[in-house]
């Protein structure tokens, strides 16, 4: 299972998107799942690594499943209209 970072604001963003990507390469289920229960500190930089990982995910054809998604981060998912996007595990 891959994992979100403690930590994921806009200075992270585009190295977390980045090692997501290069580790979808290493998986072969075509679910990928995802945890995201360690992430503490996040801003909205955080939402779109995970609409833009869930996009690569998809043009692999592979299906993004979320675990841990909670708390203001699925708050903020509601904010801004995407949580249909990131359905949780």
Do not use: I, N, W
Request: charge should be negative.
């Amino acid at each position: 299972m891959l994992e979100l970072p403690a930590e994921l604001t806009h200075r992270q963003a585009r190295a977390c998107l980045q090692k997501l990507q290069q580790s979808l390469g290493e998986q072969t289920d075509s679910q990928v799942e995802l945890d995201a229960s360690s992430l503490q500190r996040f801003d909205s930089s955080a939402l779109s690594v995970l609409l833009e990982f869930r996009r690569t995910c998809e043009r692999q054809g592979k299906s993004l499943r979320l675990h841990g998604l909670r708390g203001q981060l699925a708050d903020l998912a509601v904010l801004y209209g995407v949580a249909d996007l990131l359905p949780p595990a």
